[in-house]
Structures are given as structure tokens and as C-alpha cells.
């Protein structure tokens, strides 16, 4: 059993806790410790996503999420444009 995991994840487990408790303090502290760790949590409204990393800093996380991002935006935009090109052939093929 790898102890240093099961603290880990307690410690996930723990700052959820803080955060609905509206515990920032212990939150901000526990999410500093798993940094550290490669360990990066990313709160979302709802939930904390978590990120085991090998290497790189919190930016380099947040940085290539955003280009993600931008990725997935640009191919639903052309994958609209697409489908909007495909309707209008559909509509002119069958007014002929």
C-alpha cells in the first residue's frame, strides 16, 4: 500500500470539506501543500477537479487547460459551420 497516496487523497477529500465549509484558509493551505506534490486541484462551482502531474508548475496547468480550451471552441465553431454548410446544400438539393 502506498501510504503517501492514501494521504494524498484524503487531503483532496479534506479540502473539499474546507470549501464547503467555506474554510478558505484551510483550503488555500491544503491545496499550497499538494502543489508541492504535482498535485494540482482546479475548483470549478461545484466541484475541485484534481491533476496528477509529473512536472510543471500550477501555471503550466492553467496555461494548457486554456489552450484546451481554445481548441475545443475553434472545432465546435467549425463543426457548427459545417453543419450549417450541410443544411443549406440539403435545402437548395431539395428546392431543385
Known sequence: MNLENKYIDELIL???EA???????????IRTYLDTKHIFVIDKKNEQVVYHRTKGS???????????????KIFEAWLFSMKQTINKNT??????
Do not use: C, F, P, V
Not at 470549501?19 to 493551505?29: E, H, I, S, Y
Not at 500550477?58 to 475545443?72: A, C, G, P, V
Not at 435545402?91 to 431543385?96: E, M, P
Open 19 to 29: 470549501r464547503q465549509l467555506k474554510n478558505w484558509k484551510l483550503a488555500d493551505k
Open 91 to 96: 435545402t437548395i438539393i431539395q428546392k431543385s
Open 58 to 72: 500550477r501555471q503550466d496547468l492553467i496555461h494548457l487547460l486554456k489552450k484546451e480550451n481554445r481548441i475545443e
Open 14 to 16: 479534506m479540502r473539499e
